[in-house]
């Protein structure tokens, strides 16, 4: 019994690499494979898994230093995964807690269910040189190595955000805590406090997010009371801002374009319950069902249609909305601290890309509303070519579209609200609401 807890555990560390393998390789999303890669494990080992490998993946430039220094050649072909067994092992020695004997010979025996025998006396050399010469100890090369950010998104930011620039790196790296957002229309604030309270569970309350706890610590969320009952769903405080800056009244016919997983649609339901109509659209399917399921969960009703925000004559009924929430496809640079595996997955010739997809979308997008509505334009992103600029380009063009002076915009050069990663410990997020004039 003692021998297969053992093989278990060590398996742990072969799966850590291979779905690092399959992120940095591969280009697939932790989402996608890290959760097949838990699936077998129990609770505590799936915590560890993602730990290890979000680990890695904020560090990355200054393990791949190291790296550098102490492999000769880079590793080819099925022995490539070996490079990020090796990272695993750097990780734990210089960010964990784990003791030096357990992650060189642990680390070296994941040689063993990844198929690769063959290199067990090169990650046992390289593990314990860099003991021995006290690599971790060295200073980076560079600022932007040291950032864990790649080049061109440190180049970025560098640009976008001279005053703010050494914070936001910082930040960046932090963790982000889970906050959830307390259904009201199951449960009042008040009472999901006290289940918090007489659970044991420790937990915040921040400002202006009524509706909103933040959990001291993690937590398996499905164990936390009233789960299946909807009592709450887990979302970024930033997030949760959407359906306040939105401010959906009684009797309106509200749209959010590309609402997948349906957060932002479930609270706007809960923020205004006496809506006349509620349509989410995603033009993904897959992603889609997740729309139903949080719905269905949370005990609440909306129109799922599948469509493409920028093609509308595919899927509009001809019934223009009141209020418009677009959530606009973005590079996600906002919520790296949360999904770590985003900043190797984007690329810089992305980025032109999305600006032009986010400029087709609201150019599509706007003929949909009434004269005198709303579109709450969104994105979970800190770059201002996706933000503010993209919201100066789309007024300069559109004659009945104008700012909305009453809201809480950055300046009069820097329409909209940036928040920045960890601001009162928010993801990075964009708001600008427009006013359609005629």
Request: charged share 20%.
């Amino acid at each position: 019994m003692k021998a297969k807890s053992k093989i278990h555990y060590l398996n742990l560390r072969a799966d850590a690499a291979k779905v690092l393998h399959q992120i940095l390789e591969e280009g697939q999303s932790a989402r996608e494979c890290l959760p097949l890669a838990q699936l077998p494990h129990k609770e505590q080992d799936k915590a560890w898994l993602q730990e290890m490998v979000y680990g890695v993946l904020r560090n990355l430039p200054i393990l791949q230093f190291w790296l550098r220094q102490l492999l000769d050649k880079p590793l080819k072909n099925r022995f490539k995964v070996v490079e990020h067994l090796i990272m695993l092992g750097f990780y734990q020695l210089a960010f964990s807690r784990v003791s030096q004997h357990a992650a060189v010979s642990e680390t070296v025996a994941a040689c063993q269910p990844l198929n690769t025998l063959a290199m067990k006396g090169l990650v046992n050399a390289i593990l314990r040189t860099f003991i021995r010469e006290e690599i971790s100890k060295q200073e980076a090369p560079s600022e932007q190595v040291a950032s864990g950010l790649p080049k061109w998104l440190y180049k970025k930011l560098e640009a976008g955000y001279q005053n703010d620039f050494i914070e936001l790196l910082a930040n960046m790296q932090l963790k982000a805590p889970i906050w959830l957002r307390v259904n009201t229309r199951k449960i009042s604030h008040a009472h999901y406090v006290e289940a918090l309270q007489e659970a044991g569970i420790e937990f915040s309350h921040s400002p202006g997010h009524p509706a909103a706890l933040i959990l001291s610590k993690g937590h398996d969320i499905t164990s936390l009371p009233g789960f299946e009952s909807g009592w709450f769903a887990v979302q970024d405080g930033a997030a949760q801002l959407a359906a306040y800056y939105l401010k959906p009244e009684q009797g309106e016919t509200i749209l959010d374009c590309c609402a997948a997983p349906g957060g932002k649609t479930c609270h706007i339901i809960e923020f205004q319950p006496n809506i006349a109509k509620m349509i989410a659209l995603e033009i993904d399917t897959k992603r889609a069902t997740k729309i139903e399921e949080n719905l269905i969960r949370l005990g609440h009703h909306a129109n799922i249609v599948i469509g493409d925000a920028s093609t509308p004559e595919k899927w509009f009924d001809g019934q223009v909305f009141d209020r418009v929430l677009l959530d606009a496809p973005c590079s996600a640079t906002g919520i790296i601290r949360r999904h770590p595996d985003i900043k190797w997955l984007r690329k810089a010739k992305d980025i032109d890309v999305l600006v032009s997809l986010q400029k087709q979308i609201l150019d599509a997008i706007w003929p949909l509303i009434k004269p005198g509505g709303t579109l709450l334009y969104a994105t979970c992103s800190v770059l201002p070519e996706e933000n503010y600029l993209q919201i100066q380009d789309f007024l300069s063009r559109t004659t009945n579209a104008f700012l909305d002076d009453t809201f809480d915009n950055d300046s009069v050069d820097k329409p909209g609200k940036q928040i920045l990663p960890g601001n009162h410990q928010m993801d990075g997020f964009y708001y600008a609401r427009l006013l359609k004039s005629y």
